[in-house]
């Protein structure tokens, strides 16, 4: 009989994309029999066995940085500086031997609920490190009870050195990354025959599965989410949505890569306006110097475009450092033809620029202060509309943005309406 493991790995307060995961699988009506977990994934492993979504979101979402830590000599702030944090965190292990858990303790009182955990048909499994005895613990639900479950799973998240060891029975324990951070072994162990493995791709040591017989469906942030160390609620509202997002990408029920759209959309973008990209580029080109072309031309893309073969992949890409450019937000779920009328109501509200000037500051090393991609591509674009191929030189520079200009021209042609 085919059993489902839920892998659920260490990353601190990354741990809400875990969340946006199981959110997604329920969606799908994926139901985990088995869920294991380092760290952060011991947590949300409660959640999970006692099949709490809505209460693990509304944790998450109201998470922040006080109700995390005891120290009162945290600077307050509604959206943490991190130089601090990491000073304090310093601190404390230099002064105490790291960060004491005790409002993890409480909160964790608050997320525990022994009844629906023991009573659940999904069973659970987590890694700690018992430093004392310099050696892995393994505790499945048969082997913990109402009372020993919170200390194993809090010293499962005790990421030493920035929290202290976790004191059970007088032995010491730390973080189960010590060990193994993605414990998909374990799930084996307990009677996995296929695997989902949330990687949220933080420090700590990965084993090497040991049946390879078995298929493991890895689920990792495409996307930035913020700081390990810094628990903020825009950070966690922002790690549920990316979590989400990334699951229903896997699974083939959303588009996209980095940004994400309705299933369905990229395909009909492709095909809508492939050829038409093509040819555009094709026509810019036509005549012009050949120096200057092979140049342009190192880069697979281009050559992908000029032989009229551009690859679906390559060409979305586009699409997507397009919204990068003009930093779209990346958590969202987008219709290709907002995205696209976005892209364009967002290039007319774009100051031009003088590209002589970009190339000056340039050559004398001081790009930082003036490059600004959404200028560049506003220029572009314009060369494109009025035919100037003095553009041409500038383009090795500035692909990405030339190639921005381009899909944006292309689409914006096609839809006068917009």
């Known amino acids: 009989m085919e059993k489902l493991g839920l892998v659920l790995s260490g990353g601190g307060s990354k741990g809400s994309y875990e969340i ?9 009506k994926i139901k985990p029999d088995i869920v294991t977990g380092t760290s952060i994934g011991a947590i949300n492993g409660i959640f999970i066995t006692q099949k709490q979504l809505l209460k693990a979101i509304y944790f998450w979402r109201n998470v922040d940085f006080e109700k995390m830590y005891r120290e009162e000599d945290f600077p307050k702030m509604k959206d943490p500086e991190l130089k601090k944090v990491y000073a304090q965190y310093i601190k404390t292990f230099i002064s105490e031997g790291g960060m004491d ?30 430093w004392t005895k310099k050696k892995p613990v393994i505790m499945k639900k048969k082997d913990l009870t109402k009372e020993n479950t919170k ?19 007088g032995e010491s324990y730390i973080d189960g990354g010590y060990h193994d951070n993605i414990p998909i072994n374990l799930a084996i162990e307990m009677g996995a025959t296929k695997i989902i493995a949330v990687d949220l791709r933080a420090i700590g040591l990965k084993k090497r599965i040991k049946d390879k017989s078995i298929e493991v469906t890895y689920i990792a942030p495409r996307n930035k989410i913020g700081s390990f160390l810094v628990f903020e609620t825009n950070q966690a509202k922002r790690g549920i949505k990316l979590g989400y997002n990334d699951t229903m990408k896997t699974f083939n029920e959303l588009d996209g ?9 990229l395909v009909k973008n492709y095909n809508k306006y492939n050829d038409i990209y093509e040819d555009i580029l094709n026509d810019i080109f036509k005549g012009s110097n050949n120096i200057i072309i092979n140049r342009i031309f190192k880069s697979p893309t281009f050559k992908e475009i ?15 450092k397009s919204g990068e450019i003009f930093k779209f937000d990346d958590s969202n779920i987008y219709n290709i033809k907002s995205y696209n009328k976005g ?13 002589d000037l970009i190339v000056e500051k340039l050559k004398n090393k001081e790009l930082k202060k003036v490059i600004d991609s959404r200028k560049i591509t506003k220029y572009f674009y314009n060369s494109i509309n009025s035919k100037d191929k003095s553009m041409i030189k500038f383009i090795p520079l500035f692909r990405t943005e030339f190639l921005s200009a381009l899909y944006i021209y292309t689409v914006k042609n096609e839809n006068e309406t917009y």
Do not use: M, Q, W
Request: hydrophobic share 35%; proline share 4%; glycine share 4%.
């Open 343 to 355: 892209l364009i109501n967002n290039l007319s509200n774009t100051e031009p620029i003088n590209i």
């Open 151 to 169: 200390s194993y799973v809090l010293a499962s998240s005790a990421c030493y050195p920035a929290y202290k060891p976790y004191i059970i029975d």
């Open 20 to 28: 946006g995961v199981y959110k997604a699988l329920k969606k799908l």
């Open 257 to 265: 890569n980095k940004f994400t759209f309705k299933k369905g959309n």
């Open 306 to 320: 000029i032989n009229r073969k551009t690859l679906y992949k390559s060409f979305n890409n586009i699409v997507e």
């Open 101 to 130: 858990v005790s409002k993890i303790e409480k909160i964790f009182s608050k997320v525990f609920n022994p009844k629906k955990f023991f009573k659940s048909d999904i069973d659970y499994g987590l890694v700690t490190y018992n």
